[in-house]
C-alpha cells in the first residue's frame, strides 16, 4: 500500500495566515472548510471518526472540505493508522509532530496549513458528536464568525460527569468570569474543544496559547463579531484514556493570567441582555425590602449583632429572590429544565453563587458602616452594599444557574 506524504511541520510563530500558504503560492485551489483533529493515542477511533465525517461532509460540501489529523508521534502509532487511511479517505492529511506537544498548538499548526476559509477542531475519542458539525458549520455560512458547540444551551448536556468533575468545570468558568469576563463571557461554554471559526477572523494574530482550551485563546485574540452557539451532549469515550488531569487544570489558570496581562482581551461585542436584567433589578429591588426587614428584626428586636442580623437576611432575600428569578426573569429557561429536582439544583447553585455575594455584602456593609461613616448609616451601608453586588449575582447566575447542565446519558 502506498501512504500520501505526511504534511510539512510548520515552524516560527503560532499565527494563523489570513490567506491559506498553498494558495498565497498560486499552488491550490480554496476550499470551503478546513478541520483539524489533533490526536494523542487515539488509534482505536481514528477509522470510526474519519468515517462519520467523511459521510456528513460529502453529503453537504462534497469536494470543498479537507481533514487535517494532526498527532503527538503517538506511542500507539495513531498517525501511522491515520496515513494508512488516506488512500480511502482523499480528503485526509496527516502530521506527525516529534518536537511540539499539546492540543492548543497542535491545532494551530493543522491550521496553518489549511487550505480552507472556514477552520475547525474536533477531538478524535467521539467524544463530540460529528453529527452536530454540520449545524456548526450551516452557522458560520450563515454569518457567524465563531461557532461553538456548547453543553449549557438547549439540546446540550453531560451524559454522565461526576459530582467533583462538575464541581471542578463549573468552578473554572466562575473563575473566567472573573478574571476575564470579556472572554469567558462572551460564550455559555468557554471550556468547549468543539468549534469552527472564519479564517478572516483569526489570520494574523500571534496565538500564545497555554494548556489545552484553545477556544479563549481565538476569542480572546481574534476579531470575533458575531458568535453562534448550538446544543450538543458530551459523549463518554468508546475507547482510549481520558487526558483530562490537575495539570489541565493549572494550565487554564495560567492562560486566564495570560490572557488577562496581556493588555487588550477583545472587546466585548455581545449584546447585553438589559431586558433580563431589568427584570433581575426588579426582583432584587423587591428582595432589598425583604433583607432590610429582616436585618430590622434580627438587630432591633431579637439584639443579635449587625454580621449575624444580615447573614440571615441575606440568606432569607436570596430564597426571595430565586423564586421571583425562577418564575420570571428566567422563566423561558426554566421550561426546559421541569420538575422539582431539576428547580432544586438552580436553588442550590443560585444560593451557591448568592452566598458568594453574601460575603463580599458582609464585608462591605462593615467597611461603610464601621470606617467611611464612622458607625453611623447602618441602612444606607446595606444599601450601597446591595448595589455594588447586584451586577455579579445576575451575571454570574446568568452563565451558570440557568443553564443546561445534565441529559439522560
Excluded at 461526576?162 to 470579556?182: D, E, I, K, M
Amino acid at each position: 500500500m502506498t501512504y500520501s506524504s505526511l504534511l510539512p511541520i510548520p515552524t516560527g510563530p503560532l499565527q494563523v495566515p489570513v490567506v491559506a500558504r498553498d494558495r498565497a503560492d498560486g499552488n491550490s485551489q480554496p476550499l470551503k472548510f478546513s478541520l483539524v483533529i489533533p490526536t494523542y493515542n487515539e488509534s482505536g477511533n481514528v477509522e470510526k471518526i474519519l468515517a462519520q465525517l467523511t459521510h456528513l461532509l460529502d453529503g453537504f460540501i462534497p469536494n470543498d472540505y479537507e481533514l487535517i489529523l494532526v498527532d503527538d508521534n503517538s506511542p500507539d502509532q495513531t498517525w501511522q493508522v491515520a496515513q494508512a487511511l488516506t488512500a480511502d479517505y482523499p480528503q485526509l492529511r496527516v502530521m506527525r509532530r516529534q518536537q511540539e506537544r499539546g492540543l492548543s498548538s497542535a491545532v494551530i499548526r493543522g491550521w496553518q496549513v489549511a487550505r480552507g476559509d472556514i477552520l475547525g477542531v474536533i477531538d478524535a475519542d467521539l467524544q463530540h458528536p460529528p453529527e452536530v458539525l454540520l449545524k456548526l458549520l450551516q452557522s458560520v455560512l450563515d454569518g457567524a464568525d465563531l461557532a461553538v458547540a456548547s453543553r449549557h444551551v438547549e439540546g446540550g448536556g453531560v451524559s454522565d460527569w461526576s459530582v467533583v468533575r462538575r464541581f471542578l468545570s463549573r468552578g473554572a468558568q466562575v473563575l473566567g468570569l472573573v478574571v476575564c469576563p470579556a472572554v469567558v463571557g462572551r460564550v455559555t461554554d468557554p471550556m468547549s474543544g468543539y468549534f469552527m471559526v472564519r479564517r478572516s477572523a483569526i489570520g494574523g494574530p500571534h496565538m500564545n496559547p497555554l494548556g489545552y482550551k484553545i477556544l479563549l485563546e481565538v476569542i480572546g485574540r481574534g476579531r470575533i463579531g458575531e458568535i453562534a452557539e448550538v446544543g450538543y451532549v458530551f459523549q463518554e469515550r468508546e475507547s482510549g484514556e481520558s487526558k483530562v488531569t490537575w495539570r489541565q487544570y493549572v494550565e487554564y489558570l495560567g492562560h486566564l493570567a495570560r490572557l488577562r496581562s496581556r493588555g487588550r482581551i477583545g472587546r466585548l461585542r455581545q449584546r447585553f441582555p438589559i431586558e433580563r436584567f431589568i427584570r433581575f433589578g426588579i426582583v432584587g429591588f423587591s428582595g432589598v425590602f425583604v433583607d432590610m426587614a429582616v436585618l430590622y428584626i434580627m438587630s432591633e428586636i431579637f439584639g443579635l449583632g449587625l454580621t449575624r442580623s444580615k447573614i440571615i437576611a441575606g440568606e432569607v432575600a436570596i430564597l426571595n429572590n430565586f423564586l421571583w428569578n425562577d418564575a420570571w426573569t428566567f422563566a423561558d429557561i426554566a421550561q426546559g429544565q421541569k420538575g422539582w429536582k431539576a428547580r432544586l439544583k438552580r436553588l442550590l447553585k443560585f444560593n451557591t453563587i448568592c452566598l458568594g455575594g453574601l460575603i463580599m455584602n458582609v464585608l462591605l456593609i462593615n467597611f461603610f458602616f464601621n470606617i467611611v461613616f464612622q458607625k453611623n448609616f447602618k441602612y444606607l451601608s446595606n444599601l450601597i452594599a446591595i448595589a455594588l453586588v447586584t451586577v455579579w449575582n445576575f451575571w454570574i447566575n446568568l452563565k451558570l444557574s440557568w443553564r443546561v447542565t445534565e441529559v439522560k446519558p
